[in-house]
């Protein structure tokens, strides 16, 4: 017991107490990043994830990915503090983009300012699918390289349930070739949000200035994790709040959330889960916090999740408020 004590007392001074991550509120419009697979393990693995900020504002993150395994899951996904090597090794790539020395458990965490910054699955939710497309805002990542919370020339990694490496690959800036194909990937797909997001016209001169970027990095209060600024233009954050447990029903790509015409014609409906909890102090922004992802299943794959209300109990209450549905 003293052994233990001893060295978490020289553990906290050789690397600092953790602390929370800094809301960012400004990034560049001009920048977007993306990691493309397969580059590094597994070559089954297809998709990308892309970070941009058209809006000047948070990181919108779009994840879109099949060739998972049938086995291995729940598979979780971090951003690492290396890029991945020509030999796309995926075991060089170091540890988890933890600036800031946050634990591991971030599911825990009163809130996500507390998680480590690349833990986008501890965050955002686990895949529990052999295909998975997501859209959601991160506000605790930067595309400013004079931030502790740059993203770039990183690596996106993801790894089966027992943490294991499955895939890898860098984050890059995009050039422009690389633009106009994702774009054409996006019209190809219909996504309307992501052909907006990535068509926002820029401000004639428009320059992102590093270091005024920087000052605006904020800690806030955990009562005010959610604020009326992040919900209006927080881009993505809101948009996947309402969702669809169904096992099998596939989302719509475009709209990435379930309105009330979608709830009459498929009669499923089950707002306030046992899964899911408060996020921040907005009753009406709920977050993922089980292992299985049930928002965001990629409109050509079906999930393969699985049944997800497991009791007799559940059932019941599933069904009763599927009856309650078709009569609203």
């Avoid at 994840?63 to 979780?76: C, K, T």
């Amino acid at each position: 017991m003293f052994y233990n004590f001893i060295l978490t007392i020289f553990l906290l001074i050789t690397f600092g107490f953790a602390d929370k991550a800094p809301k960012i509120k400004s990034n560049p419009k001009d920048v977007v990043a993306i990691a493309d697979f397969p580059f590094g393990g597994d070559n089954d693995i297809k998709g990308n994830v892309v970070f941009s900020a058209k809006q000047g504002k948070h990181i919108q993150v779009h994840v879109d990915m099949v060739g998972f395994p049938n086995e291995g899951g729940p598979f979780v996904y971090h951003i690492h503090e290396h890029s991945v090597p020509e030999n796309g090794n995926c075991e060089a790539v170091g540890l988890h983009l933890n600036p800031f020395m946050a634990p591991e458990n971030c599911t825990s965490e009163k809130s996500d300012a507390y998680c480590q910054i690349g833990d986008l699955s501890g965050k955002h939710g686990a895949i529990n699918s052999t295909c998975f497309e997501l859209k959601y805002t991160d506000p605790y990542l930067s595309l400013n390289p004079k931030s502790k919370s740059y993203i770039g020339n990183k690596a996106v990694v993801f790894h089966f349930a027992n943490l294991t490496k499955i895939a890898c690959a860098d984050i890059e800036i995009a050039n422009d070739l690389r633009l106009q194909s994702l774009i054409e990937e996006y019209i190809q797909t219909d996504d309307k949000l992501q052909l907006k997001e990535l068509r926002t016209p820029l401000e004639p001169n428009y320059k992102f200035n590093q270091i005024e970027a920087l000052s605006m990095e904020m800690y806030e209060s955990d009562e005010d994790e959610v604020t009326k600024e992040d919900d209006e233009s927080g881009g993505f954050q809101t948009k996947k709040q309402q969702v669809l447990l169904a096992p099998k029903q596939l989302l719509n790509k475009t709209k990435n959330k379930i309105d009330d015409s979608d709830l009459k014609d498929m009669a499923k409906k089950y707002k306030f889960g046992k899964n899911w909890r408060k996020h921040g102090n907005d009753k009406n922004q709920l977050k993922n916090i089980s292992n299985v992802t049930i928002h965001g299943i990629s409109s050509d794959c079906e999930n393969k999740v699985g049944k997800i209300l497991n009791s007799k109990f559940d059932s019941f209450i599933f069904s009763l408020l599927t009856a309650i549905t078709l009569f609203i």
